[in-house]
């Protein structure tokens, strides 16, 4: 495969002219958008906006007419159609940290007479965290955490478990659960299943509704764009909505916060989930940078995604010195999501010398490379120039350089 290959496939990309929406250095290749998203022109005009009109010159008045107060379920709509979820079902508040927290106590709460929650011991550590901080809270009787391996959980399965939470794309390898199957069988045993959506959210088409999924959560800042710390999202089917309570109960989820009332009322649906005042500058760069979905179909990203993948691992395969990396992801496309991950034992070293040649991917302890599509921006050219110039960096062990072994607070 040529050079003259790749430029045919962008020529004949159906969503090559998405990349003209974000905002991107000219001589960078990004390959770290399941991490944090670029920069969508939309976004950076409209927190220009927000600043200098709304917040500037408007002040307060904003609040009602420029509609700040329904950002959250405004931005939860947008989101709704990406992950598979019909109306009054999505809110965006919180981070996914703390979204968990509500969810988990939620969940908990429905199920009577149980306390296990059961994850996979290779599941993002938050959400791990998250549970184990509730199980100090409430005690081990009350909320335990059970964990399994990732080829384990249909065994683990039974009576005994209460919350089956999940990440649907495992963070560092990228295999993908199917969703579908996983929850029809935890349902089978009477458990709620809560699905945090951070690496598949705007990657690969998503069915909620379909799957008949209890919960998720999910983030704004990764294949949504929405910028460093943007918001998350909450997503609770219509047929829970009546029967939960969360424990965060502050006054924006309350059933008439400018009451002012002494006693909590949970508000009606799911925007009982908010808790306190919406981030506005960060919810309105998350609510411009969505409209790149616009016209965009989910199974279109997906064909691309598992397009571009596939000519990175057929570029591999032309590079000898490339064996050297260790392929960490499933070797089926329909079995990962947006990324593939490689290990090797100076994988941190790679990976900035790799930046420091101006493709910026990313490294997760303890050995992997992580290499991210974004398929409305990331083009078949930038694959092929990522993967020679990697070639040229592990052929010359040019990584190997102290200063390329330094690690930063954040890797």
């Given amino acids: 495969m040529n050079f003259q290959d790749i430029q045919k496939l962008d020529a004949e990309d159906p969503l090559a002219h998405k990349k003209a929406e974000f905002d991107l250095p000219l001589d960078c290749i990004y390959l770290d958008g399941n991490s944090l998203g670029a920069l969508p022109r939309a976004a950076k005009k ?94 081990q009787q009350q ?29 560092r390898s990228g295999k993908i659960h199917d969703m579908q199957a996983i929850t029809k069988l935890a349902h089978q045993h009477g458990i709620l299943v809560i699905w945090d959506l951070a690496h598949s959210a705007g990657a690969l088409p998503v069915e909620l509704d379909q799957c008949h999924v209890d919960f998720a959560v999910g983030c704004g800042y990764k294949y949504l764009n929405g910028g460093p710390g943007a918001p998350a999202f909450i997503y609770v089917a219509t047929r829970h909505q009546l029967a939960v309570t969360q424990p965060l109960s502050g006054w924006m ?104 040649n101006k493709v910026i991917c990313d490294f997760r302890a303890p050995n992997i490379l992580r290499l991210g599509f974004t398929p409305l921006y990331t083009s078949f050219s930038d694959v092929w120039l990522a993967v020679t110039r990697l070639n040229q960096i592990v052929e010359s062990k040019t990584y190997k350089a102290p200063a390329f072994m330094r690690q930063g607070k954040v890797t």
Avoid at 275 to 290: K, Y
Avoid at 331 to 347: C, I, K, T, V, Y
């Fill in 46 to 139: 409209r927190v220009t906006q927000v600043v200098t009109q709304q917040w500037g010159a408007d002040l307060i008045k904003s609040w009602n007419c420029h509609q700040w107060i329904d950002l959250p379920l405004t931005v939860g709509e947008k989101i709704a159609p990406l992950i598979g979820a019909g109306q009054g079902q999505v809110i965006c508040c919180d981070s996914i940290s703390v979204n968990l927290f509500k969810l988990l106590c939620s969940a908990l709460a429905l199920q009577k007479g149980r306390h296990i929650v059961l994850s996979q011991n290779d599941n993002f550590p938050t959400d791990l965290y998250m549970v184990q901080g509730l199980s100090d809270l409430l005690g």
């Fill in 143 to 171: 909320c335990a955490l059970r964990l399994c391996a990732g080829d384990n959980i249909e065994q683990s399965l039974n009576s005994d478990v209460a919350v089956l939470l999940l990440t649907q794309v495992n963070f």
């Fill in 253 to 356: 989820g309350h059933s008439d916060p400018f009451s002012f009332s002494a006693d909590y009322s949970g508000a009606d649906g799911v925007n009982r989930y908010l808790c306190g005042t919406p981030a506005i500058l960060s919810m309105s760069a998350l609510d411009a940078a969505l409209e790149v979905f616009a016209d965009v179909d989910m199974q279109v990203i997906r064909s691309k995604s598992l397009r571009l993948a596939k000519l990175c691992l057929d570029l591999f395969a032309q590079f000898p010195a490339l064996s050297a990396l260790q392929l960490a992801s499933p070797l089926n496309q329909e079995e990962r999501g947006s990324q593939l991950a490689f290990s090797h034992p100076d994988a941190y070293a790679i990976c900035q010398a790799l930046i420091a």
